[in-house]
């Protein structure tokens, strides 16, 4: 049996985008309150933010693209530290079966996290 040139090539060019996306997901991204504090998490983690994402990926070229440090101007650190925590949570119930534990929200924080969850599109 033999491999035709061209489904060689095609082979090879998959195992290049593999290999570049584990590289892409093993990256860490820095993310930054208004206050200073500094969260570092792995890209992969950082993408299951629709906003975050989009800095990251998408067109054109954010600062944020080229450095892998994201200024979150309007989120304090306090709150960060949730949005950090449920994008881990995310991560690991997502393709869950069994029953997922309920994620805790402080009370006293739970309208800024909102407002974070909405602009960070989670």
Do not use: C, W
């Given at each position: 049996?033999s491999?035709?040139k061209?489904?060689e090539i095609?082979i090879v060019?998959?195992?290049?985008r593999?290999?570049?996306?584990?590289?892409?997901?093993?990256e860490i991204v820095t993310l930054v309150?208004?206050?200073?504090?500094?969260?570092?998490?792995?890209?992969?983690?950082v993408?299951?933010?629709?906003?975050?994402k989009?800095m990251?990926?998408g067109h054109?070229?954010f600062?944020?693209?080229?450095?892998?440090?994201?200024q979150?101007?309007?989120?304090?650190?306090?709150?960060?530290?949730?949005?950090?925590?449920y994008l881990k949570?995310?991560?690991?119930?997502?393709?869950?079966?069994?029953?997922?534990?309920?994620f805790?929200i402080?009370?006293?924080?739970?309208l800024e996290l909102?407002?974070?969850a909405?602009f960070?599109?989670?």
């Amino acid at each position: 049996m033999s491999i035709t040139k061209e489904k060689e090539i095609e082979i090879v060019k998959e195992e290049e985008r593999e290999k570049e996306k584990e590289k892409e997901d093993q990256e860490i991204v820095t993310l930054v309150s208004n206050d200073e504090k500094k969260f570092e998490l792995s890209k992969d983690l950082v993408l299951l933010s629709g906003t975050l994402k989009a800095m990251l990926t998408g067109h054109g070229s954010f600062r944020e693209k080229q450095t892998g440090i994201i200024q979150l101007k309007n989120i304090r650190g306090e709150v960060l530290k949730y949005v950090v925590e449920y994008l881990k949570y995310k991560k690991k119930h997502q393709d869950s079966n069994k029953e997922i534990p309920q994620f805790h929200i402080p009370t006293e924080i739970a309208l800024e996290l909102l407002m974070a969850a909405n602009f960070l599109e989670l």
